[in-house]
């Protein structure tokens, strides 16, 4: 596959271009969904506290029923084929919420199963999507890859929110579904148009499987730098999404905004997210990709603490402000790990060391929805935010403790 000299920027390149665009219509869906999925639940059918917790792990419980073998698949299947195959099947189960609630037999189990099944297919598309960058870059353009390929994701992350938050209020919840439906179908067709060719990886048998895995489980869990950052990612992402399974009830509930109003406050962690992929490749260069890891979170999570605090008024504004800079440290931290993961990797485990990553550290998602819908039943919204600052911010500790104080490629 050629590629355009390191002097030019990667958008030069026009398959490089067509991944962009395919990963700006994707993330767009997918920020619809983050914001719309839930508010069905909510306002749609009245979801209590547990209900939207449940409904928050379902949606990322693929991480732990197909993690591990989706790795050992992805490795022997050409990467690209598997993007276009899971943003379609996608696309379709979205489109069911919509036709179901037009026809009055949406339920609570009916969105569940949505989740669940646009959660599995999620850990195939990531899998095969972080392992085909390396083929479609090469590794001396993985940190420029990262960091435009996070940038889009970014403005996805202010303009989902922002377009979301309209369409809720218009055309309610569950039609808004149809928006992310759209964007994974047409980041499909995009990925369909890039021309250039992926060596085919060489075939393995079935009975191979359980070893494939076992290899890949050896590599990633047994490199120092791999589990530092595996084991703090488990602990950040458990955190986080007790802290996210609550923050829509807060601000629903507790904060009294409207739809427009959420998808305001989740525009403004795009913009940090943005502002963190336009830094990322600045400071790791100026830090190393090691110390970036865990300076960044243990700069930025503290300030998720100020949303708790907060009451209706400017002191809302200053809580917002907070989680964008939780979405500045994030984007840095996660360009610096992500390209440093695929530098340390071998090609042939891309697929296994990138599904063992996301199975351990993604693993606590499902257990942090029930938890955070638990948490929140038993002792209130706030006491949940509180409890999902303090994990966020002792997450930093495996790789502070880890060779990636002083680590960099």
């Known amino acids: 596959m050629s590629r355009p000299p390191l002097s030019s920027g990667l958008l030069r390149d026009p398959d490089f271009g067509r991944l962009f665009a395919a990963t700006a219509l994707g993330q767009l869906g997918d920020r619809i969904i983050f914001l719309a999925l839930p508010l069905v639940a909510i306002v749609s059918l009245d979801a209590d506290a547990f209900q939207v917790g449940l409904l928050t792990a379902l949606t990322t419980a693929g991480s732990l029923l197909v993690g591990l073998p989706a790795g050992a698949w992805v ?8 993007m276009i195959a899971a943003d379609l099947a996608r696309a379709l189960f979205l489109v069911t919420v919509p036709v179901a609630w037009r026809a009055g037999l949406l339920t609570l189990r009916w969105l569940y199963a949505v989740a669940l099944a646009h959660g599995v ?7 095969a999507y972080v392992s085909y960058l390396p083929h479609l870059v090469g590794r001396g353009r993985l940190v420029e890859g990262n960091a435009k390929l996070s940038a889009i994701r970014s403005v996805t992350s202010i303009g989902g929110p922002a377009l979301a938050g309209p369409l809720v209020g218009g ?3 569950p039609a808004t579904l149809l928006a992310s439906s759209l964007g994974m ?35 990633a869990l047994g490199h120092p730098a791999l589990r530092a ?9 458990l955190s986080l999404v007790m802290y996210q399974t609550m923050l829509l009830v807060h ?15 989740l525009s403004g962690m795009g913009c940090g997210a943005l502002l963190g992929a336009l830094l990322a490749v600045r400071v790791s260069a100026w830090l190393g990709q090691g110390p970036v890891i865990w300076l960044a979170p243990l700069v930025t999570c503290p300030l998720t603490a100020l949303m ?3 009451r209706p008024g400017w002191t809302m504004v200053v809580a917002a402000t907070g989680l964008a800079a939780l979405s500045l440290g994030g984007v840095v931290r996660v360009v610096a790990q992500s390209s440093l993961q695929q530098a340390l990797t071998p090609d042939r485990l891309l697929g296994r060391t990138n599904a063992t990553a996301r199975f351990v550290s993604w693993g606590g998602i499902p257990l942090g929805g029930l938890l955070g819908g638990a948490s929140g039943s038993a002792f209130g919204v706030a006491a949940t935010l509180w409890i999902g600052a303090a994990g966020m911010t002792l997450s930093v500790l ?7 104080r002083g680590h960099d490629v």
């Open 75 to 82: 490795d022997r299947l050409r990467k690209r084929p598997v």
């Open 121 to 127: 297919l999620t850990v195939f598309f990531d899998v």
């Open 171 to 173: 055309v309610g919840a």
């Open 185 to 219: 179908a047409l980041s499909a067709l995009l990925a369909i148009s890039i021309r250039g060719g992926e060596e085919k990886p060489e075939p393995g048998g079935h009975s191979r499987l359980g070893r494939d895995i076992a290899e890949g489980l050896r590599f």
């Open 229 to 237: 950052m595996i084991l703090g990612d488990a602990m950040f992402n």
């Open 251 to 265: 601000l629903e509930r507790a904060m009294g905004l409207s739809p427009f109003g959420i998808g305001l406050v």
């Open 308 to 310: 708790p605090l907060a």
């Open 398 to 404: 495996p790789n502070a403790l880890s060779a990636l």
